[in-house]
């Protein structure tokens, strides 16, 4: 039991440490942030896209994709 409670307490602390990456497109009318890099969204950006963790595109209001996040 008590093995059971470190594995579950290290899962939770290693799933909120984790830096997740998001993708992002650097074009003005952007304001999504993509699961992935090759994602039908990103396709019609007009500028960059770039890899930023969760956090910055969250600090950036960056909504989720509504197409990588169903
Ligand atoms: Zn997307």
Redesign the pocket.
Known sequence: MKTLLITLAFLAFSAFSAQQNV?ICTGSSSV?????SD????RNCKGTVKKITLQEAQKMNRRA?????K
């Open positions: 993708y999504a942030y993509h699961k992935t994602c039908s969204g990103l994709c509504k197409i990588c996040y």
